[in-house]
Nanobody, 116 residues
Framework: QVQLVESGGGLVQAGGSLRLSCAAS????????MYWYRQAPGRQRELVAS???????YYADSVKGRFTISRDNAKNTVYLQMNSLKPEDTAAYYC??????????WGRGTQVTVSS
C-alpha cells in the first residue's frame, strides 16, 4: 500500500513562509521523480514544482524564485519551502509520483491559506 502524507500547511500573512513536507511510504521512494501540486477552490489542480531523480528541478512561473523543492532520501520525505507567500498561493497542496506512468493514490493534502 502506497501512502503520501502531506503536512506543514497553515494560515500565514502575505510575505510569510511555510515549509511543507511529504512523507512517503509503501514502496514509494522519493529519490524518484516527485511532484508538488496545488488546487484552489473552483480551479484545476496545477503543478507547482518537480524534482527529478537526477536532481533537476522545475517550477511553475508563478512560484519561481519563491518556492524551493528538495528531498531527504534517508527520511523518504520531500519538502516545499515557500517564501514570500501571496494570497494567490492559497490552496490545498499535494505531492505525488508516477508509477508506470500513472499517479499513485493522492494523499489528503495540506491546506495553505495566505491572508492579505
Amino acid at each position: 500500500q502506497v501512502q503520501l502524507v502531506e503536512s506543514g500547511g497553515g494560515l500565514v500573512q502575505a510575505g510569510g513562509s511555510l515549509r511543507l513536507s511529504c512523507a512517503a511510504s509503501g514502496r514509494i521512494f522519493v529519490g524518484n521523480d516527485m511532484y508538488w501540486y496545488r488546487q484552489a477552490p473552483g480551479r484545476q489542480r496545477e503543478l507547482v514544482a518537480s524534482i527529478w531523480s537526477s536532481g533537476s528541478t522545475y517550477y511553475a512561473d508563478s512560484v519561481k524564485g519563491r518556492f524551493t523543492i528538495s528531498r531527504d532520501n534517508a527520511k523518504n520525505t520531500v519538502y516545499l519551502q515557500m517564501n514570500s507567500l501571496k494570497p494567490e498561493d492559497t490552496a490545498a497542496y499535494y505531492c505525488n509520483t508516477l508509477r508506470d506512468g500513472v499517479f499513485v493514490e493522492w494523499g489528503r493534502g495540506t491546506q495553505v491559506t495566505v491572508s492579505s
